[in-house]
């Protein structure tokens, strides 16, 4: 039996599918991402971008599209654009400035890749056994221990989570290691005693400060190599780059000061008084401020970065060192190393808000990306606290290496 041919009715049409995703925004936000997808996802879009009446300034969106999205309102207005084949939209706005954005999307049902499964880790230095514990996040359970340097200290990632690298003080070198495998790739000799490291926002460079060499080393992520050798002063521990990638503040221990380094010389361009023995550095997310804890004072110095100037002074507890500041700029937590406690700041007044009570000698912390909880290191107890940033509260413990300090999260993203 024969059958007749249909032209154009072997197979049914593939369907389009709408989808809608809107939310709200509360600046400072700088390029924050508020949607992604994979190419090819999408076939089209309008985005559409709203600020409050009553913001101060003007709110812009931007994505990666056909043609780019390029969107701009002022207080009280709307923008929008239609694009094709739409994989990201970030929403930028300054302190106080609010809004809502609409996202409408077209997408062809016949060519759609797998969705992306995303998890956040936690990597904690584990300075007393010279190993790394990894966490995953969604269950604080360790899943992987990697073996690194002599007294490891601290651990960061490069902008696109694809390595992490470690800082062995006790070694003088630095432990690069591929998350995607959790395998070490490379070993980096640098200064004399090696505590923090830092890299700008491109990921071409990696700043190491080296304690007992009272310098700065500059690392080519690309090579591995160290490119370049910064004098600063005595004993620097934190380091912490601008958002705009131009300058590294250093705190020197023994100084009692703040060198900053512009990234175009590699050099020293000026060198700020700073509160007795200064610790870490964490700078807003807006670029505007940076939090010291003063581990002698007990106490933690605002600097305001446009003009090198300490702003303010708050109490923090016994020994501070550690300082992370939320996603959303709204928060500061400090550890108390003496305190056995995080003292909370509220960005926007600089005042304290809440001290937590946590573990045995309180070394580092970290937020987690999406900004809802605080992970602190107690290197006395062997273990990990975690805080939830809404309460302030402790709703969780779990043990780690022994002698953990250094923490730092990275998302790590898969076909599903």
Same mark, same amino acid.
Request: with cysteine; hydrophobic share 35%.
């Given at each position: 039996?024969?059958f007749?041919?249909?032209?154009g009715?072997?197979?049914?049409?593939?369907?389009?599918?709408?989808?809608?995703?809107?939310?709200n925004?509360?600046?400072?936000?700088e390029g924050?991402?508020v949607?992604?997808?994979?190419?090819?996802?999408?076939?089209s879009?309008?985005?559409?971008?709203f600020?409050?009446?009553?913001?101060t300034?003007?709110v !812009?969106?931007?994505?990666?599209?056909?043609?780019p999205?390029?969107?701009?309102?002022?207080?009280?207005n709307?923008?929008?654009?239609?694009?094709?084949?739409? !994989?990201?939209?970030?929403?930028?706005?300054?302190?106080g400035?609010?809004g809502t954005?609409?996202i409408?999307?077209?997408?062809n049902?016949?060519n *759609?890749p797998?969705?992306?499964v995303?998890?956040v880790?936690a990597?904690?230095v584990?300075s007393?056994?010279?190993? *790394?514990s990894?966490?995953?996040?969604?269950?604080?359970?360790?899943? #992987? !221990? $990697?073996?690194?340097?002599?007294?490891?200290d601290?651990?960061?990632?490069?902008p696109?989570?694809?390595?992490?690298?470690? +800082?062995n003080?006790?070694?003088d070198?630095?432990?690069?290691?591929?998350?995607?495998?959790?395998?070490?790739? #490379?070993?980096?000799p640098?200064?004399?005693?090696?505590?923090?490291?830092?890299?700008?926002?491109?990921?071409?460079?990696?700043?190491?400060?080296?304690?007992?060499?009272?310098?700065?080393?500059?690392?080519?992520?690309?090579?591995?190599?160290?490119i370049?050798?910064?004098?600063?002063?005595?004993?620097?521990?934190?380091?912490? $780059?601008?958002?705009?990638?131009?300058?590294?503040y250093?705190?020197?221990?023994?100084?009692?000061? @703040?060198?900053?380094?512009?990234?175009?010389?590699n050099?020293?361009?000026?060198?700020?008084?700073?509160?007795?023995?200064?610790?870490?550095i964490?700078?807003?997310?807006?670029?505007?401020?940076a939090?010291i804890?003063?581990?002698?004072?007990?106490?933690?110095?605002?600097?305001?970065?446009?003009?090198?100037?300490?702003?303010?002074?708050?109490?923090?507890?016994?020994?501070?060192?550690a300082?992370?500041i +939320?996603p959303?700029?709204?928060?500061?937590y400090?550890?108390n190393?003496?305190?056995?406690s995080?003292?909370?700041i509220?960005?926007?007044?600089n005042?304290?808000?809440?001290?937590?009570?946590?573990?045995?000698?309180?070394?580092?912390?970290?937020?987690?990306?999406d900004g809802?909880?605080a992970y602190?290191?107690?290197?006395?107890?062997?273990?990990?606290?975690? @805080?939830?940033?809404?309460?302030?509260?402790v709703?969780?413990?779990?043990?780690?290496g022994?002698?953990?300090?250094?923490?730092?999260?990275?998302?790590?993203?898969?076909e599903?």
């Amino acid at each position: 039996m024969k059958f007749r041919k249909h032209k154009g009715a072997c197979c049914p049409p593939c369907p389009i599918v709408q989808e809608t995703i809107c939310g709200n925004f509360n600046g400072p936000l700088e390029g924050s991402e508020v949607w992604s997808a994979t190419a090819g996802s999408y076939r089209s879009g309008t985005f559409q971008l709203f600020n409050d009446p009553f913001s101060t300034g003007v709110v !812009t969106a931007a994505g990666d599209a056909i043609p780019p999205i390029t969107l701009s309102a002022a207080p009280g207005n709307t923008d929008s654009q239609s694009v094709n084949n739409p !994989t990201s939209f970030t929403i930028s706005a300054s302190l106080g400035d609010s809004g809502t954005y609409c996202i409408t999307l077209f997408r062809n049902l016949c060519n *759609v890749p797998p969705p992306l499964v995303c998890n956040v880790f936690a990597y904690v230095v584990n300075s007393n056994d010279n190993t *790394v514990s990894v966490v995953d996040t969604a269950t604080n359970t360790v899943v #992987a !221990t $990697i073996p690194v340097g002599s007294i490891p200290d601290e651990v960061a990632f490069t902008p696109d989570g694809s390595t992490a690298y470690v +800082t062995n003080f006790g070694s003088d070198n630095v432990t690069v290691i591929d998350t995607a495998t959790n395998n070490v790739i #490379a070993t980096i000799p640098v200064g004399n005693g090696p505590i923090e490291v830092a890299f700008t926002p491109d990921g071409t460079r990696a700043y190491v400060s080296n304690e007992q060499a009272s310098t700065v080393s500059v690392i080519d992520t690309a090579t591995n190599t160290v490119i370049a050798t910064i004098p600063v002063g005595t004993t620097p521990f934190g380091v912490a $780059i601008t958002p705009d990638g131009t300058r590294v503040y250093v705190a020197n221990q023994g100084a009692s000061s @703040i060198s900053v380094i512009n990234t175009a010389t590699n050099t020293v361009i000026a060198t700020i008084p700073d509160g007795v023995n200064p610790q870490q550095i964490a700078i807003t997310p807006d670029g505007t401020r940076a939090y010291i804890p003063n581990g002698t004072a007990n106490t933690v110095t605002v600097l305001d970065i446009a003009t090198n100037t300490v702003i303010a002074t708050l109490p923090a507890g016994g020994d501070p060192e550690a300082v992370a500041i +939320t996603p959303n700029g709204t928060r500061a937590y400090v550890t108390n190393v003496l305190g056995d406690s995080v003292t909370v700041i509220d960005t926007a007044t600089n005042t304290v808000i809440a001290t937590v009570p946590v573990g045995d000698s309180p070394r580092g912390v970290d937020i987690t990306p999406d900004g809802t909880l605080a992970y602190v290191t107690n290197q006395g107890s062997d273990s990990v606290s975690v @805080i939830d940033v809404a309460t302030n509260t402790v709703i969780d413990t779990f043990a780690v290496g022994n002698g953990p300090r250094g923490i730092s999260f990275v998302q790590i993203c898969t076909e599903g």
